[in-house]
């Protein structure tokens, strides 16, 4: 099976994060950078699919040069080879230009099965796996939490706020996953080593057939026209309970009329 | 006034969900709200009037049911060819979000997502990284399709009488392939939903056990909140996943946030940091929760949450 996952690097969500003041894109230079963590849960659910059903697992990145290094992080986990997209004139780009960029370089790589995670923790949008089904005309079975591939059909469980959904395609298909889908491995030592001779292929827009007016800034269908920090919340009263501290909380909710 | 496309969230048990309301209000701002309900418009068409929907358009029928969001993608690009509205509301949640971006590639449109409020010209309110930013955006091709988060404005209502209009849903086969073949309810009883209550009530890891999140649960009845749960709390295994408030799990917005047992590790925090009022008990003096509530209890939260539930029953 050729199944491929799609692997974003975003600035630690752990950190402070902001916007560059002169473009408004998201500052990659202040954050210490990581995969985003959900696209883990893909990598892994990748693995095991390669593991039951055989087949060759390929990360692919759309990112500036400095993703390189969690495509070898990816790589480290186990896939076998890696497709960087990368472009200046990316910089800049919006949701609907990212799916037109991803699809094309999914249409070059023919794959049975996209993973993906099922949002990035900076833009949280969560709308990629449906986008490139839309373009690529193939099924997309999004926010999954347990996956069951059987011969060319797929089956996943996807948690909705009444309960659970069962939804089925046939492959090719996208499948986005959450974090309740597996527990992902930590790449072994020699899974580091191994991943420094792995093949990654690079791409630029001009291999995908996309002229650059329709990407980046130049091309992006939304705007940035303003970015500011919201101030911290400030604490308010803290006490300690001292027997009592039960009958306090209800009587700050009884004056915030909560009760 | 064009018409502004509201994209009616609901479900069987609850009727029309109170983001739908929200998106109603919203969209009076943008011009004249217009309601697109999937499945059967009647039971929910008088309460979509209350909030302003001057017209319902009510697409039915197998195709839009059984397929997982593409043939609701498809029915709603049709109207927006036919009737050219000046705005398409989503709600940012799975579903809507998933319509949005389907939407946005079948237009070749912009589109923003997790909207907490818009403006006469469409400029946009986003709310970002974990609510340490605020950012304003505007789409620059097409209309706006804006997904908006629930509880970002109160509902008001405006009573009018809707036309109902139905809509032939006539769907690709290509929005056809992936086909829901079971729907689970799981029981969450009389509670609000996660997202659309005014009170959420959370237990974190201090909260020990399963068994234990009884406490949890009593007071969220008390207070006629919804019950979450921290992350910690969800990995051991204490509460359900649909629960969980956080980076990885629901964001919600409520008057009034209550954390139990819950550290406030930034994780967290993305998912409640805009919650109006935040109330925090934990035993750990030096917790981050405390340095967002506005009013924390350091101790015990099997002391401190029974003595406050026994104090709202007398009150009661």
């Not at chain 1, 306090?248 to 915030?256: G, T």
């Not at chain 2, 397929?67 to 036919?82: D, H, I, W």
């Not at chain 2, 925090?269 to 109330?279: D, E, L, N, P, Y």
Request: proline residues 5%.
């Amino acid at each position: 099976m050729n199944i491929v996952v799609l692997v974003k690097q975003v600035p630690d969500s752990g950190a402070e994060r902001a916007l560059s003041p002169g473009d408004f894109t998201v500052e990659r230079a202040a954050a210490g950078n990581v995969i985003n963590e959900m696209d883990e849960y893909a990598i892994e659910e990748a693995l095991r699919v390669r593991e039951a059903h055989g087949g060759e697992v390929t990360v692919v990145t759309m990112g500036p040069a400095a993703a390189a290094e969690s495509i070898r992080k990816a790589l480290s986990m186990g896939p076998d080879q890696a497709v960087h997209v990368s472009d200046e004139a990316l910089h800049g780009s919006c949701a609907v230009a990212t799916s037109k960029v991803l699809a094309a370089a999914l249409g070059t790589l023919n794959p049975d099965l996209v993973l993906c995670g099922a949002e990035s923790t900076d833009g949280r949008v969560q709308v990629m796996a449906h986008m490139l089904a839309e373009r690529l005309g193939v099924a997309a079975l999004t926010g999954a939490r347990k996956l069951t591939v059987d011969g060319s059909r797929l089956t996943v469980e996807r948690q909705t706020d009444e309960g659970y959904e069962v939804v089925t395609a046939v492959m090719p298909a996208v499948v986005s996953v959450w974090d309740t889908i597996n527990e992902p491995r930590y790449p072994s030592f020699k899974g580091i080593m191994a991943a420094k001779k792995k093949p990654v292929r690079a791409l630029a827009l001009a291999d995908l057939g996309i002229p650059a007016d329709q990407v980046g800034f130049v091309g992006a269908s939304s705007e940035v026209v303003e970015f500011a920090k919201r101030p911290p919340r400030s604490a308010g009263t803290k006490i300690v309970d001292e027997g009592d501290g039960g009958a306090r909380l209800v009587a700050f909710l009884a004056a915030e009329k909560f009760v | 006034m064009a018409e502004v496309l509201v994209v009616v969230e609901a479900s069987p048990a609850a009727g029309v969900k109170k983001v739908t309301l929200e998106m109603l209000t919203l969209a009076r701002g943008l011009g004249s709200p217009c309601a697109v309900v999937f499945g059967d418009a009647a039971a929910l068409t008088d309460r979509l009037g209350e909030y302003g929907a001057e017209k319902v358009y009510a697409a039915s029928g197998e195709d839009v049911q059984d397929y997982l969001v593409a043939p609701k993608a498809t029915v709603v690009a049709g109207l927006v060819r036919s009737v050219r509205p000046a705005a398409v509301l989503l709600a940012s949640t799975q579903e809507g979000k998933e319509i949005a971006g389907r939407l946005a590639v079948k237009l070749d449109n912009g589109l923003l997502t997790d909207v907490v409020g818009v403006e006469a010209d469409g400029t946009a309110t986003q709310v970002i990284f974990a609510g340490s930013g605020v950012v304003k955006s505007r789409v620059t091709r097409g209309l706006p399709i804006v997904t908006v988060r629930p509880n970002s404005v109160p509902a008001q209502p405006a009573p009018v009488t809707p036309v109902v209009e139905q809509v032939t849903v006539s769907v690709a086969e290509a929005d056809k392939l992936a086909r829901v073949v079971e729907r689970v309810a799981e029981a969450r009883g009389a509670r609000p939903e996660l997202t659309e209550a005014s009170i959420v009530v959370s237990g974190g890891r201090g909260v020990g056990n399963a068994d234990n999140f009884a406490v949890v649960e009593e007071l969220a009845d008390l207070l006629g909140g919804a019950v979450g749960a921290s992350r910690a709390a969800v990995d051991a295994g204490f509460y359900p996943h649909q629960f969980q408030v956080g980076q990885t799990g629901k964001t919600v917005s409520p008057q009034l946030y209550v954390a139990l047992g819950i550290s406030g590790a930034i994780q967290h925090r993305a998912g409640m940091q805009t919650s109006k009022t935040i109330v925090a008990v934990n035993k750990d003096a030096e917790a981050p929760i405390f340095e967002l509530a506005d009013f924390g209890v350091v101790g015990d939260l099997f002391k401190v949450v029974p003595q406050a539930t026994d104090e709202i029953r007398k009150r009661k």
